[in-house]
């Protein structure tokens, strides 16, 4: 049991950000029915069905919505369910007679989740994409790698899953609340490219106080700092070290035995190019690549990579 306990989800299935959003929805308790093509098209990584976990937690069923028969067992369903999650590009579902319109002419409650990449209009909505396209445009990716270096894809984590399948999954959850409260649902849009230009919300803000700089890796939290970077470490492994706050800082110099007056001050930006060097492995004095092994032991097992 959980909080979603007695919400019926039907899911249209999609790839990438729409699998996760369900999934999470059946993590918290609902029921989810995942209707599947009778002959899916190849899309995304081919893997064993077994691997593809962001499938689990519901049953599934194929059907090929082109055919009259499944249409009418589609809206039977919808006349039960109180969501409809799908990620088809804009349009499709409507042509499939299966858009909002014909869902919740046939139960008003229902609320129609729509996950797209681009969003329901503009110049790029019917165009193909994947989450580095994504998050290109909407100027992530363009802050994620190192000084000098190209930006750093950082898998999909960042476009499909957060600003999709989250977004997603909070808009859900919020309509289908308002639903509880009026009887009638809501059509939700989320884009991936809005949805992961809301996440760098905060960072815009650091831009404007001119606190962050534009250019990648060359700021606090980007891999400039000596002190919130991964290093490897002398049994070939690697170890990640963030200690922003000064009391943290500290705490890491005294377990690398370095005496703090012998440091330069954490905050000195125009000090960290060389404690970086110092603190790299295969240009660091032996000493430097004891002291991050020592580290390594004496934390946690369970903290251990």
């Known amino acids: ?6 919400i019926r989800i039907l899911e249209l299935a999609g790839i ?7 999934m999470l929805l059946a993590d918290l308790g609902a029921t989810v029915l995942r209707i599947q093509g009778s002959d899916p098209p190849e899309l995304g990584v081919k893997r064993p069905i077994a691997a593809n976990l962001a499938l689990r937690g519901r049953r599934a069923i194929a059907l090929d919505l082109k055919q009259p028969e499944a249409k009418v067992l589609v809206l039977q369903l919808v006349e039960r369910a109180d969501c409809l999650p799908e990620r088809f590009r804009p349009g499709v579902a409507g042509r499939l007679s299966l858009g909002p319109e014909d869902c919740q002419a046939r139960n008003r409650h229902l609320v129609y989740g729509c996950m797209t990449g681009w969003g329901q209009a503009g110049p790029l909505a ?7 396209n994504y998050i290109a445009l909407a100027g992530a990716l363009h802050a994620i790698g190192r000084a000098g270096q190209p930006p750093a894809p950082p ?3 960042l476009g499909d899953y957060a600003g999709g399948s989250l977004h997603l999954a909070v808009g859900v ?10 009887g009638q649902g809501q059509v ?4 991936i490219v809005d949805g992961t230009a809301h996440l760098m919300t905060g960072f815009h803000g650091l831009l404007a106080a001119g606190i962050v700089r534009e250019e990648r890796g060359t700021n606090l939290l980007d891999s400039d700092a000596y002190f919130h970077d991964c290093y490897e470490c002398a049994d070939g492994k690697w170890i990640s070290v963030a200690p922003t706050e000064r009391r943290f800082h500290a705490e890491l110099l005294r377990r690398l035995d370095i005496d703090p007056e012998s440091f330069p001050p954490q905050r000195d930006r125009a000090s960290w190019p060389q404690a970086h060097q110092a603190s790299r492995p295969r240009s660091a004095p032996a000493s430097t690549r004891l002291g991050a092994r020592r580290l390594r032991e004496r934390m946690p097992a369970s903290r251990r990579y």
Do not use: I, K, T, Y
Request: hydrophobic share 50%; proline share 8%; net charge negative.
């Open 1 to 6: 049991m959980g909080p979603l306990a007695g």
């Open 16 to 22: 990438g950000p729409l699998p996760m959003c369900a």
């Open 126 to 132: 019917q165009a193909a994409g994947h989450d580095l």
């Open 155 to 157: 898998l999909n984590l």
């Open 173 to 182: 959850l919020s309509a289908l609340l308002e639903a509880r409260r009026s």
């Open 188 to 191: 939700v849009d989320a884009a």
